[in-house]
């Protein structure tokens, strides 16, 4: 129940420290991709890149200091996800170029501008993050299968949705 569908609306208090970032999701379209050598091979083993829109509570206070066990602890403070539209993707050098030119920008309800970003943070190419996690999950005995989703990071900074943000609601645009 934590992934959205475009135009669901949220309460902006879901959470203790509600934010919003630009993420991106991938689909997984074939069981081949456990085998992938190459970018271009990773590539096939996907059916759609998908605009994500994260929503993540960031329970602890602001001035914590944490470490990846303490994000780990809490899924990285994981509650809610917007999905957007799936785009097909070409398991081609064309696809790889789009997957890493995708830009995010982040409106409030006003159309005013709060962050941008551009998949590039994912590790340096979308396609890094994704054999990243796909070889994580095989060294815990887990293979990706047709129809899983993947998380493959934030691509802007996160955006506090706090009441003192004064922040009515959150656009999120995809290019690339």
């Known amino acids: 129940n934590m992934l959205l569908e475009d135009g669901d609306t949220l309460p902006l ?3 203790s420290r509600p934010v919003a ?5 991938v689909r997984v379209g ?4 456990n085998q992938a ?21 960031l329970i ?16 990285m403070g994981a509650r809610y996800g917007v999905l957007g539209e799936p785009m097909d993707l ?8 789009q997957l890493a030119s995708i830009r995010v920008v982040l409106k409030n309800d006003q159309g005013q501008f709060l962050t941008e970003g551009d998949s590039t943070a994912l590790l340096g190419h979308p396609i890094n993050a994704l054999r990243w996690l796909r070889d994580t999950l095989h060294t815990q005995g887990v293979d990706l ?21 004064n922040i009515g609601g959150i656009e999120a645009q995809y290019f690339g």
Do not use: H
Not at 90 to 97: N, T
Not at 150 to 164: D, F, N, Q, R, Y
């Open 21 to 25: 970032e630009g993420d991106l999701m």
């Open 145 to 165: 299968r047709p129809g899983d989703l993947l998380s493959l990071g934030a691509i802007t900074a996160p955006v506090s949705l706090a009441p003192t943000a």
């Open 60 to 75: 602890y206070e602001e001035d914590a200091i944490l470490n990846a066990g303490a994000l780990v602890a809490v899924n």
């Open 13 to 15: 208090d879901f959470g």
């Open 90 to 97: 070409k398991a081609e050098e064309q696809g790889l170029e």
């Open 30 to 33: 074939s069981a081949e991709i």
């Open 37 to 57: 050598e190459t970018d271009l091979e990773l590539l096939a083993g996907l059916d759609a890149v998908i605009p994500f829109l994260e929503l993540p509570d």
